[in-house]
């Protein structure tokens, strides 16, 4: 099975710091994605890679970045966190072939205080 | 552009009776549909996918949904509910490249004893 991990479940960080969340994929995924999800907007795409050290932007970037330095690493930096930032967060991978679907973490719930 | 609409924020059932979950798709190319569901705290996970072919498409913990083309939908059913089955379901579109998704705004199931 395919396993994407988030590296944390629970994250709390004050206005105007610097927030990294990891994700990390074993199955060889060349596409990873980062998403935020939100009471009744569902799931937003921040950014997206679809291979190493490639980056696209997605629907909502602003304030946001990203880093692809490894194939099974996607990390999403906050660079100011700002409290509107509060949110789920959710990474996901597919392969680039095909019709395949995504394939998530359990999402890390970052709190900005 | 692609883009999905689901009917009803929040769907309650009685345990037992017939779930039905509404999901309507619009995509300027011949489009994959998902549907995803998501318990509290977790991920999402992959309940079921239309590519192509057979438009009656069969899925986990015995949910299925119909592609119909004519009327852009890519409804959710299962002929009888189970307490386990409350959860939050999305409705995915892919029509882009980088197997890029596009996700309804989600259904929160509640099932009743």
């Known amino acids: 099975d395919v396993k994407v991990t988030q590296s944390s479940r629970y994250l709390v960080k004050r206005t105007g710091e610097k927030v990294f969340l990891e994700c990390v994929q074993d199955?060889?995924?060349?596409?990873m994605f980062w998403y935020r999800q939100d009471p009744g907007l569902g799931l937003r795409l921040i950014y997206f890679?679809?291979?190493?050290?490639?980056?696209e932007k997605g629907d909502i970037p602003e304030g946001y970045s990203v880093s692809r330095e490894k194939k099974e690493r996607f990390s999403l930096i906050l660079e100011s966190a700002s409290t509107n930032q509060t949110s789920m967060y959710l990474c996901?991978?597919?392969?680039?072939?095909?019709?395949?679907?995504?394939?998530f973490g359990d999402g890390t719930r970052l709190s900005i205080l | 552009a692609q883009s999905v609409t689901q009917l009803g924020s929040h769907v309650s059932v009685s345990e037992g009776a017939l779930v039905l979950l509404r999901c309507n798709y619009s995509?300027?190319?011949?489009?994959?549909l998902f549907w995803y569901v998501q318990y509290p705290n977790q991920g999402l996970q992959l309940l079921l996918k239309?590519?192509?072919?057979?438009?009656l498409v069969k899925g986990i913990n015995g949910f299925e949904a119909e592609f119909k083309k004519s009327e852009t939908s890519f409804h959710l059913t299962k002929p009888s509910a189970h307490m386990s089955d409350a959860a939050e379901y999305f409705c995915?579109?892919?029509?882009?490249?980088?197997?890029?998704?596009?996700f309804g705004t989600g259904t929160k199931l509640q099932v009743i004893p």
């Open positions: 890679s679809y291979d190493v050290k490639m980056k």
């Open positions: 995509s300027s190319v011949p489009p994959y």
């Open positions: 995915a579109v892919m029509a882009g490249g980088y197997q890029k998704v596009t």
């Open positions: 239309y590519t192509t072919g057979a438009t």
């Open positions: 199955m060889d995924h060349e596409n």
């Open positions: 996901a991978s597919t392969e680039s072939q095909g019709n395949q679907p995504q394939h």
